[in-house]
């Protein structure tokens, strides 16, 4: 059990990147918590956290973690907080952490289209520099099967305007998120958004079912039929091979992929494709993935 100097209202999620910040629960939950695949806040009501509450755990945090130099806003989408509730937590964290490197946070696109520009601005002046946004599918049709309550332009609008304030953004797809049915316009169409925004970090995840596939297919609106490892390397094959992107870290790295992968696009873009082909050939044709349980 790792020790934490303030009690958290568990389970908390933060990405991999993030696991040497100082996490500020400044959010309970998720504020749209409807997502087909999305089972992280179901046990959780979203709320505000009142501005004394985490104030005091981020003042106990300081005093634990000398010398950390960057902080996490969960939960899922902290973002969601008007400016003027973000900036005077962003403010608590410089007084009392002092030189910090950078302060991230879960983000939804609509969240950034509802900041002004002038706002933007203000939060990446107050250390809120790196944005991490779950976009999971560049594809409007399975948008709206898996209930994600954004579209392609609506993702690609809030993007660019976090971009133009001058905020990194790391961006995740979801391999095998449509199944068998949507893997070709999941791939093509992912490919296509990141092309129009070139983030600074691109990550894939692999769809996971923690409640089995009966469950997330009540869940998808519409028919859902899983890939076996083998069609999940295709489309993500596919996806990279459609990339045409300029100095994006590329990561692979979570829980739930079958195959880890690193590296910069598009310079090292033939070398994650050979290492995909390679996995294909060493892969049982008729093998499903066995990591449906991790969230």
């Known amino acids: 059990m790792f020790f934490t100097p303030i009690q958290y209202d568990e389970p908390v999620f933060r990405p991999p990147a993030e696991s040497r910040s100082a996490i500020v629960q400044a959010t309970i939950g998720c504020s749209w918590n409807k997502c087909a695949f999305c089972e992280m806040y179901t046990s959780k009501k979203f709320r505000v956290r009142p501005f004394n509450d985490v104030k005091s755990d981020i003042v106990q945090l300081a005093k634990v973690y000398k010398g950390v130099r960057k902080v996490f806003l969960a939960d899922g989408d902290a973002f969601v907080l008007s400016a003027s509730k973000l900036i005077p937590l962003l403010d608590e964290i410089n007084n009392q952490f002092g030189k910090i490197q950078r302060i991230s946070s879960y983000a939804l696109p609509k969240d950034i289209l509802n900041k002004t520009d002038e706002e933007l601005l203000q939060l990446k002046k107050g250390g809120l520099k790196l944005l991490y946004i779950g976009i999971e599918t560049g594809d409007d049709e399975l948008l709206k ?58 990550s894939t995840l692999t769809l996971s079912m923690p409640y089995g596939e009966e469950h997330f297919q009540k869940r998808f609106h519409g028919e859902y039929k899983q890939q076996t490892i083998v069609e999940l390397y295709d489309e993500l094959k596919l996806f990279i091979e459609k990339l045409d992107v300029k100095n994006v870290i590329y990561r692979s790295n979570h ?20 290492e995909i082909q390679e996995a294909i050939k060493q892969t049982p044709e008729n093998k499903y993935p066995s990591c449906s349980s991790v969230l």
Not at 255 to 270: A, I
């Open 145 to 202: 099967l898996i209930n994600k309550g954004e579209t392609s332009k609506s993702t690609v609008e809030g993007i660019q305007k976090a971009h133009r304030a001058g905020m990194d953004t790391s961006i995740m797809i979801i391999n095998g998120l449509g199944g068998k049915n949507y893997a070709k316009q999941h791939a093509v169409a992912s490919a296509e958004i990141i092309n129009q925004l070139n983030p600074k970090f691109l």
């Open 255 to 274: 829980v739930s992929n079958n195959l880890p992968l690193q590296g910069t696009l598009s310079r090292d873009k033939e070398k994650l494709l050979s």
